[in-house]
């Protein structure tokens, strides 16, 4: 059991239309040190489009795998742990619909997962809760650029950040509500361990 925290780079924002471009995966043991990382860029079967954003093109995925030949890998990564992602809303609901897309019969639920954005409210001092924002507030070193593994070794650094937090009793708010009213609350890492071991993993 463990932590795999995840970033995705997409082709846009809506993962009913959009594709994901590239898979950053850093796993973590219990206490969120780090235990590998893997990344590959995916082709998406369409124009790139938001190159602007990570500064990926049409040419640097042209050779690269699709998503059905991904998730078998991504999924052992995956697999049993906790699945974190800086807005797991986004990056998970990427993930779902590569299962779907590939004619997998499986989405991770957000029980199983946790959020360091969602957490930055907190285990961190007011202030913006992007990625870069609340890393700069955490101390953590911030990437020049945008891109899927450089993310998601933030993110776990931001994840370790908030273990050791909770462990010490450091708390700025007692929970946090995102922008359409889901509410996490602190430590909710441990309830999504126990979710994440209950689940039936897909053998893709």
Not at 117 to 132: C, D, F, Q, T, V
Request: charged share 20%.
């Amino acid at each position: 059991m463990g932590f795999a925290v995840v970033d995705v780079e997409t082709t846009g924002l809506n993962p009913r239309t959009d594709r994901i471009l590239e898979i950053g995966i850093v796993t973590a043991d219990g206490s969120g040190r780090p235990t590998g990382e893997w990344s590959s860029l995916v082709n998406p079967g369409r124009p790139v489009a938001a190159t602007v954003v990570h500064g990926l093109t049409d040419a640097d995925v042209a050779d690269a795998p699709p998503i059905a030949e991904v998730l078998p890998r991504v999924t052992a990564l995956l697999a049993w742990k906790v699945v974190v992602a800086h807005n797991a809303a986004f990056d998970v609901g990427f993930l779902n619909a590569a299962y779907r897309h590939a004619g997998v019969d499986f989405a991770i639920p957000r029980e199983a997962t946790a959020c360091t954005m969602e957490l930055s409210k907190i285990y961190l001092p007011p202030g913006r809760h992007s990625l870069a924002a609340s890393a700069r507030r955490a101390g953590v070193p911030v990437p020049a650029r945008h891109r899927a593994l450089a993310d998601a070794r933030v993110a776990a650094l931001l994840l370790r950040r908030y273990i050791a937090e909770e462990a010490a009793g450091t708390r700025f708010a007692r929970r946090a509500v995102s922008r359409n009213g889901t509410v996490t609350l602190p430590a909710s890492w441990v309830d999504a361990v126990r979710a994440s071991a209950d689940l039936a993993w897909p053998a893709v």
